[in-house]
Each structure stands twice: as structure tokens, then as C-alpha cells.
């Protein structure tokens, strides 16, 4: 089992370009979640999915957006990079709600 | 609205206890509790429902007072290895889904 696999690991982007982090998970888990840390702080939910072609938004979801079309994987898109996005952002999955999530290995994005 | 957590950071010499809290404005639904360390993904150690029992995971436990919308989890006897950045989430009960993280308690724990 790999779990939550995230890539890339490490990415700078320029300033207004776009680019897609990918997410997948062999679990078979219903629930994936995107959040992004910021240095020293704690985790902020950007967008969240229940099942496939479900997706809501979380605390922070401007600038980004998200699809689900199969149960295994969730990519996120930022669209015209900003420097507010430099961040780690992890991916999650988890069974259902009252199940603990776990997480993918992160992607550090940078934007310059 | 995010969960509010304390203390912000905590040094312990190995063997000793610790309590980390967690509050929250409103009613809660789940309270999950996950320790990250330096450079890695947040790893998850226990979760509270509303209705449930004090959890417990090694030498930690927690607990959840859902009239004070509270929850804090408990170190014993901590080791070496507990060292690392703790977070609680939370989920309301008029927020099904979103899981929200408090800014997290850093926790040294020296020989």
C-alpha cells in the first residue's frame, strides 16, 4: 500500500503561471482533502470531496480549484501564481468523517 | 472557526507529563488530535466523537468535554520520541466535513 501519493515534491512557479498538484490514494478511502501550511502555522482547508464528482470549498479555496472524477485520485489547480501561495500543501484521505485522515508526503511550492 | 490550542509550546525532560488543550466557539461534532514533526506530514493519533470515550494511543490519551467544547490530550511519561509539533481538529456540528486545525503546541522533550 502507498497510501496518499503526492507530486511533485518541490516546485517554483513564476508569478502567474499555473500548474496542477496531484493526489491519489490506493485506500479506496471516500473522503480527500487539500489543505496548505505556511511556516509555522497550522493547516488551512482549501478545498474538500466526499466521493467522486462531490467537491466543496474549505476556509481557503480562492485562487485554487479542485475535481474529483475518480475515487482514487483529487488534483489541485492553481490558476495565475501568487506569491500568498508559496506554501506546503498536503493532501489527505480518509474513509469517512469519523475516521483520522491520512496524509500525503507534501509539495513545496514556491513562487517568485 | 478554528480551534484554539495551549500552551503554545511545552519543553519536558524525558519521563514527565504534559496537557495540551484544545477550545473551540462551538459545538462540536469530532475532535482529532495529529503530531507532525520537523519536515514531514502530520501523523494522526487519535480522534473524540461526541458520544465517545476518552481514546488513548501508547502513553497518550485524550479526552473531550463536549458542554465545554473542549478537548486535551495528555502526555505520560513522554519520551524522547514524542518531540514534534501537536495539532488539534476540529469539526462543528454546523460544518460536517471540514476539518479545522488549531496553530498546533510545539513539544521539546529533552534526555
Known amino acids: 500500500n502507498a497510501g496518499v501519493t503526492q507530486t511533485p515534491k518541490f516546485r517554483i512557479l513564476k508569478i502567474g503561471q499555473s500548474m496542477t498538484l496531484q493526489c491519489t490514494q490506493d485506500m479506496n478511502h471516500n473522503y480527500m482533502y487539500w489543505y496548505r501550511q505556511d511556516p509555522g502555522m497550522g493547516l488551512k482547508l482549501i478545498y474538500y470531496s466526499v466521493g467522486a464528482g462531490i467537491t466543496d470549498k474549505g476556509e481557503v479555496p480562492n485562487g485554487y480549484n479542485v475535481s474529483r472524477s475518480t475515487t482514487e485520485d483529487f488534483p489541485l489547480r492553481l490558476e495565475l501564481a501568487a506569491p500568498s501561495q508559496t506554501s506546503v500543501y498536503f493532501c489527505a484521505s480518509s474513509y469517512r468523517d469519523s475516521y483520522g485522515y491520512t496524509f500525503g508526503s507534501g509539495t513545496r511550492l514556491t513562487v517568485v | 472557526q478554528q480551534p484554539v490550542q495551549s500552551p503554545q509550546a511545552v519543553i519536558l525532560r524525558e519521563g514527565e507529563d504534559a496537557v495540551i488543550n484544545c477550545s473551540s466557539s462551538?459545538?462540536?461534532?469530532?475532535v482529532h488530535w495529529y503530531r507532525q514533526k520537523h519536515g514531514e506530514a502530520p501523523v494522526f493519533l487519535m480522534i473524540l466523537l461526541k458520544g465517545g470515550e476518552q481514546m488513548r494511543h501508547e502513553k497518550i490519551s485524550a479526552s473531550f468535554n463536549e458542554k465545554k467544547q473542549q478537548s486535551s490530550l495528555y502526555l505520560t511519561a513522554s519520551q524522547l520520541s514524542y518531540s514534534g509539533t501537536y495539532f488539534c481538529g476540529t469539526v462543528t456540528t454546523d460544518s460536517w466535513g471540514k476539518l479545522q486545525f488549531g496553530a498546533g503546541t510545539q513539544v521539546v522533550v529533552t534526555p
Open positions: 462551538k459545538a462540536l461534532y469530532s
